[in-house]
C-alpha cells in the first residue's frame, strides 16, 4: 500500500422512480428488473479493472449516488460493497455514503446496508413544504421523508446528511426558514444546500422558459443563502464549505476528496475519476457503458475487460496546482499554502502576490500568516467565481 495514501470511490447508480422536474442528472426512471441486473454486472467489472490501484492505496471513502441508489434491490449494493472489501483495505474510519429518497426505504432494505457496511445515508429532502414539492417534481411526502429519517436512526444510522434546495419557484423566505426549522428537529449531522439551477432541457426550465414558473431574484436567493448562514449556525452547525454544513467532526470525508484534491474512482455510466495525474470519465451513455462492460451475448469473455475511459486528459502541476487552489478555498477553514509550497515546491505568497494583495484589498479574501492560511471572507464566499478566476494563470 501506498504510505499515507487513501482514496475514495463513487459510485453511480442512475435509476430513480420517477424524474424530478429540475434534474439533469444521468438516471433513468420505470427501468426494468433486467437492465438493473446487466448495469451492476457491468459496475463489478469495471471495479475489477482497478484491481491494481485497490491494492495500492487505502480507501477512506465510498459514495453511492445517483440517480437513487436506495431505489433498487439492496443485493446489488451488497455485491459492489462485498467485491469492493475483497478487493481493498478501507480504513479503520471509512465513511461509506448511500443517497437516498423518503420513501424508497423500508427496515429490510436498511439493516441490509447496515450489514454491507454502509454508515452514512443522504437523504433529499430538498423543502418542507408540500407544494413546493409538488413544484420540483419530488415523488415524497414531508411524512415519508420523518419516517426514513426515523427508520435510519432506530435501525442504528444515525450519521445522516440532509440535501436542501433554496431560490425554488414562488420560494419565500420565510418558506426556506420554514424547511430550516423542520430540519433543526430532526438535527442530522450534516446538511447540504444548493440554489436551484435550472438547466437546459428539464421541464422546469421549459415551464420557466414558459412564463408558466418564476424564480426568486438574485438578491432574494441571497437573502436566502445568508438566511442559511444565520440559521444554520444558530442551530450548532458549522459551514465548512461553501454549500455544506455540519456539526462538529461531521464534514464529509468523501466530499473532502474532491475539495481536497486528492485521488478518486468513479465507476458508472458518466462517472468522473482523477487517477495517477489523468482526470477521466465513463460513457455518458448507458447503452454505451452496457456496451464498454458488459458480457455482450453469446460471447464468453474469460479475460477481465480493461477500463475504457472518455476525454482522459493528463493534468499538469500547474493546473493541479490551481484547482487545488480553487477546490480549498471552496473550504471556510481555506486552504494551508503551507502545504501547498510543500507539495508543489512553489512558495505561494510570492508566486500569487499581486492576486493576494488586490483580492485582500477587495476584502475578498484574508491571509493569516502565522497559521499559512488563506481563506475566502464573507464576502469573498459571495462572489467566490471571481475569486477562483483571479488565481488561474496562463
Ligand atoms: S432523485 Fe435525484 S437523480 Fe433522481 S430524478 Fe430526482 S434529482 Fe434527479
Redesign the pocket.
Known amino acids: 500500500m501506498k504510505a499515507n495514501q487513501s482514496i475514495g470511490i463513487y459510485i453511480h447508480v442512475p435509476f430513480?422512480i420517477?424524474?424530478?422536474l429540475?434534474?439533469d442528472?444521468i438516471?433513468f426512471?420505470k427501468m426494468k428488473d433486467d437492465l438493473i441486473e446487466a448495469y451492476f454486472q457491468a459496475l463489478s467489472r469495471e471495479l475489477s479493472c482497478y484491481a491494481e490501484e485497490l491494492a495500492q492505496y487505502s480507501v477512506k471513502s465510498i459514495f453511492f449516488g445517483?440517480?437513487?441508489p436506495s431505489s433498487v434491490n439492496a443485493k446489488h449494493i451488497a455485491g459492489i460493497m462485498q467485491q469492493i472489501k475483497q478487493m481493498a483495505t478501507l480504513t479503520k474510519d471509512a465513511e461509506i455514503t448511500l443517497e437516498a429518497?423518503p420513501g424508497t426505504l423500508s427496515q429490510e432494505k436498511i439493516n441490509q446496508y447496515l450489514a454491507s457496511g454502509i454508515n452514512r445515508v443522504s437523504l433529499?429532502l430538498q423543502t418542507s413544504d408540500p407544494k413546493l414539492l409538488k413544484t420540483i417534481g419530488?415523488i415524497h411526502n414531508v411524512n415519508d421523508f420523518l419516517t426514513s429519517y426515523q427508520g435510519l436512526v432506530e435501525e442504528g444510522i444515525d450519521n445522516i446528511n440532509v440535501d436542501i434546495m433554496f431560490g425554488l419557484p414562488g420560494q419565500s423566505i420565510e418558506q426556506l426558514e420554514h424547511t430550516i426549522k423542520f430540519i433543526g428537529a430532526v438535527k442530522p449531522k450534516h446538511i447540504s444546500a444548493y440554489a436551484l439551477k435550472l438547466e437546459e432541457g428539464t421541464p422546469l426550465f421549459e415551464a420557466h422558459r414558459k412564463g408558466k414558473i418564476t424564480l426568486p431574484d438574485e438578491e432574494t436567493e441571497r437573502a436566502m443563502y445568508h438566511t442559511l448562514q444565520r440559521e444554520l449556525t444558530l442551530l450548532g452547525y458549522h459551514q465548512y464549505e461553501i454549500s455544506n454544513f455540519a456539526l462538529p467532526h461531521y464534514e464529509s470525508r468523501h466530499n473532502l476528496i474532491y475539495w481536497q484534491n486528492t485521488p478518486y474512482i468513479g465507476l458508472g455510466v458518466s462517472a468522473h475519476s482523477k487517477m495517477h495525474q489523468t482526470r477521466y470519465h465513463n460513457a455518458l451513455s448507458i447503452d454505451q457503458y452496457l456496451e464498454d462492460y458488459q458480457v455482450k451475448a453469446n460471447v464468453i469473455q474469460k479475460k477481465a475487460a480493461s477500463l475504457i475511459t472518455y476525454e482522459a486528459a493528463y493534468i499538469d502541476e500547474k493546473e493541479d496546482l490551481f484547482e487545488t487552489i480553487m477546490l480549498g478555498l471552496r473550504l471556510t477553514n481555506g486552504l494551508d499554502y503551507q502545504s501547498l509550497n510543500d507539495r508543489y515546491g512553489i512558495d505561494f505568497l510570492d508566486a500569487y502576490a499581486s492576486e493576494i494583495t488586490s483580492l485582500s484589498a477587495e476584502a475578498l479574501i484574508e491571509v493569516d500568516q502565522t497559521k499559512h492560511n488563506i481563506r475566502l471572507t464573507p464576502l469573498g464566499m459571495d462572489v467566490s467565481n471571481r475569486v477562483f478566476v483571479a488565481f488561474m494563470k496562463d
Open positions: 430513480c420517477q424524474k424530478c429540475y434534474c442528472f438516471s426512471s445517483g440517480g437513487t429518497n433529499g419530488r
